[in-house]
């Protein structure tokens, strides 16, 4: 049996849309073994109810894929699920699916297929790599495509703390890419290509102040907001509190700040949001320089 711990993500982190994702330390675990059935799927944890235990599971999609590659036949298998990663809430559950599902049948099989092959495979599963990038990779990873291939660099991972603020209400990235319009004004895109590289030299240099402006975004959030009461109150308020930078994390409806300290930014955003009669779990957490190839039975998190 293998095991793999597959970390939370959170991608665009503000302006780096479909470019920037960054693994965050709470996880997914994918455990992978013989069964004496031809498929057998244990699922527990959040959203248990509503993940399948037949062969249209996502996990086992990605299994699958591996075995395809190398020309073999997935046969009599266990998988046993325990998502930490909330669906539908913008913190990367498929791709914490997609990259489990490879990570464990590639250890599964004597690790034959390297990263980069797997990051591809990954890709062509998601549709984009800002997810599964840093999910595969760990840290924050910028990717994108360079003609048909998935180029990615590894930034360091900044030292601050990070709040995690989760309204207790699905938003699916497909509807919430439906509300983006299909051009933006010239001025706009300026201002987004400052504010990424902001973002960028940030994380690079460790001035963390500069977040304020790099987390800003003038192309997807401005669309995305109108689906999540109250965000830019919510934004103002926990800048006012001390966070460096705050964001939708994806597509949302996850909010997430970076701080020096996050208690406090995490009580003044709950107690915003609650104004706009939205609920909303917090999580203290920390950006993971560890993706999960690095995590493949670690021990000291989860059962792995």
């Given at each position: 049996?293998?095991?793999?711990?597959?970390?939370?993500?959170?991608?665009?982190?503000?302006?780096?849309?479909?470019a920037v994702g960054m693994a965050l330390s709470f996880y997914n675990e994918?455990?992978?073994?013989?069964?004496?059935?031809?498929?057998?799927?244990?699922?527990?944890?959040?959203?248990?109810?509503?993940?399948?235990?037949?062969?249209?599971?996502?996990?086992y999609v990605a299994i699958t894929k591996v075995f395809e590659k190398l020309?073999?036949?997935?046969?009599?298998?266990?998988?046993?699920?325990?998502?930490?990663?909330?669906?539908?809430?913008?913190?990367?559950?498929?791709?914490?699916?997609?990259?489990?599902?490879?990570?464990?049948?590639?250890?599964?099989?004597?690790?034959?297929?390297?990263?980069?092959?797997?990051?591809?495979?990954?890709?062509?599963?998601?549709?984009?790599?800002?997810?599964?990038?840093?999910?595969?990779?760990?840290?924050?990873?910028?990717?994108?495509?360079?003609?048909?291939?998935?180029?990615?660099?590894?930034?360091?991972?900044?030292?601050?703390?990070?709040?995690?603020?989760?309204?207790?209400?699905?938003?699916?990235?497909?509807?919430?890419?439906?509300?983006?319009?299909?051009?933006?004004?010239?001025?706009?895109?300026?201002?987004?290509?400052?504010?990424?590289?902001?973002?960028?030299?940030?994380?690079?240099?460790?001035?963390?102040?500069?977040?304020?402006?790099?987390?800003?975004?003038?192309?997807?959030?401005?669309?995305?907001?109108?689906?999540?009461?109250?965000?830019?109150?919510?934004?103002?308020?926990?800048?006012?509190?001390?966070?460096?930078?705050?964001?939708?994390?994806?597509?949302?409806?996850?909010?997430?700040?970076?701080?020096?300290?996050?208690?406090?930014?995490?009580?003044?955003?709950?107690?915003?949001?609650?104004?706009?009669?939205?609920?909303?779990?917090?999580?203290?957490?920390?950006?993971?320089?560890?993706?999960?190839?690095?995590?493949?039975?670690?021990?000291?998190?989860?059962?792995?």
């Amino acid at each position: 049996m293998v095991c793999v711990l597959i970390p939370a993500t959170s991608a665009n982190l503000g302006p780096g849309f479909d470019a920037v994702g960054m693994a965050l330390s709470f996880y997914n675990e994918v455990s992978l073994g013989p069964s004496p059935k031809e498929l057998e799927i244990e699922v527990f944890g959040d959203g248990a109810e509503l993940i399948s235990r037949d062969k249209n599971n996502l996990v086992y999609v990605a299994i699958t894929k591996v075995f395809e590659k190398l020309g073999k036949t997935p046969r009599n298998l266990k998988l046993t699920l325990k998502n930490r990663v909330p669906l539908a809430r913008g913190l990367g559950s498929s791709a914490a699916a997609i990259v489990g599902g490879l990570v464990a049948a590639n250890a599964y099989l004597g690790n034959p297929l390297p990263s980069d092959e797997l990051l591809r495979l990954a890709t062509e599963l998601e549709g984009h790599p800002d997810n599964v990038a840093p999910a595969l990779l760990g840290g924050v990873v910028i990717s994108g495509f360079d003609r048909d291939k998935v180029k990615y660099l590894k930034l360091p991972v900044p030292e601050v703390e990070v709040v995690v603020a989760i309204p207790r209400f699905q938003l699916k990235t497909a509807d919430s890419r439906q509300i983006l319009p299909a051009e933006i004004p010239f001025s706009r895109a300026v201002l987004n290509v400052n504010r990424v590289s902001f973002l960028i030299a940030a994380f690079c240099l460790k001035k963390y102040e500069y977040l304020q402006i790099g987390m800003e975004d003038y192309l997807h959030q401005p669309y995305r907001s109108q689906l999540i009461p109250g965000f830019y109150q919510v934004v103002e308020e926990a800048k006012n509190a001390g966070a460096y930078g705050v964001a939708l994390s994806g597509s949302g409806p996850t909010v997430i700040a970076l701080a020096k300290e996050g208690e406090a930014v995490g009580r003044v955003i709950k107690e915003a949001f609650l104004k706009f009669n939205v609920e909303t779990e917090i999580i203290y957490t920390r950006p993971e320089n560890r993706g999960a190839i690095d995590l493949i039975n670690y021990k000291g998190e989860g059962d792995c």
